[in-house]
């Protein structure tokens, strides 16, 4: 058995027990960074609505924030017919400069609300991280996981890494088959596409577009749309019935 001296440290300290209260210093609490994420018409702009709602009637300031809202304008817009208005958040706009910008008006934040976050770069995510660590302020991003590749868009693979919570929207969406959908396919003139530029915001409204993985010459005859499979109809490509396809995302 090895006794040990007072100078020498305890090696099971891990274990001891905890320091009495106020012995050291109490960490600020500061805000937190939330994730919720599902696929297209899983009800994500709606909860990010709702969420600021019960924030404001009580009393809290908030902002809401949009990058590439699917309705082409500067807005949070719900398919049930919700809508914010929100600030554009562009590829270069600094997030604390942004919120600094707000207390030089006299405006305090307690909380923001970030929609499309998917489309954030990692350097905004992180710069998100900071107003909560450091300006407490609580932060709710909402967003889709992966794109069109089922791959993990930047922003959101960020996201994931620094979130202090993470929570899939509850609100299940359905492939053709009736399994669970989870996969976000870019269908361009009823096949599936593999390959393009990440980013192509599509809707009803036919002339919102981002950026495009049409050829030119097929750009004004060729149709695009966005269509929630299962993991096994998106790895065949199998799009199932024509009927029910309309109420997908769609951009001609």
């Known amino acids: 058995m090895t006794v040990l001296k007072d100078s020498e440290t305890d090696p099971t300290g891990a274990l001891s027990p905890a320091q009495v209260a106020g012995s050291r210093r109490r960490a600020p609490a500061g805000g937190k960074l939330k994730f919720c994420y599902g696929p297209m018409d899983c009800g994500k702009s709606t ?3 709702q969420i600021n709602h019960n924030h404001a009637r009580q009393g809290r300031q908030g ?6 809202d699917r309705s082409g304008v500067p807005q949070i817009s719900s398919r049930i017919g919700i809508t914010r208005d929100a600030v554009e958040v562009g590829a270069d706009t600094d997030l ?3 919120v600094r910008e707000y207390w030089a008006r006299g405006r305090h934040l307690d909380y923001l ?3 499309e976050a998917q489309f954030l770069s990692p350097e905004q995510v992180e ?5 909560a660590d ?3 302020i609580d932060v709710y991003c909402f967003g889709i996981a992966t794109d069109f590749r089922s791959r993990l868009f930047p922003g959101a693979r960020r996201l994931f890494e620094l979130a202090d919570e993470l929570q899939p929207v509850q609100v299940e969406v359905l492939c053709w088959c009736g399994a669970t959908g989870r996969f976000n396919a870019r269908v361009l003139d009823g096949e599936v596409v593999r390959a393009g530029d990440t980013v192509v915001v599509a809707d009803t409204e036919p002339s919102v577009v981002e950026s495009s993985a049409l050829l030119p010459m097929e750009a004004e005859s060729a149709t695009v749309r966005y269509q929630v499979l299962c993991r096994r109809h998106f790895r065949s490509g199998d799009l199932g019935p024509v009927r029910g396809q309309h109420a997908q995302l769609r951009l001609t």
């Not at 710069?127 to 107003?131: A, T």
């Open 113 to 115: 609300i970030v929609d």
């Open 127 to 131: 710069q998100l991280g900071e107003l």
């Open 134 to 136: 450091d300006a407490e």
């Open 47 to 49: 909860l990010a609505l």
């Open 96 to 98: 604390r400069t942004l």
């Open 63 to 68: 902002l809401l924030l949009v990058r590439h």
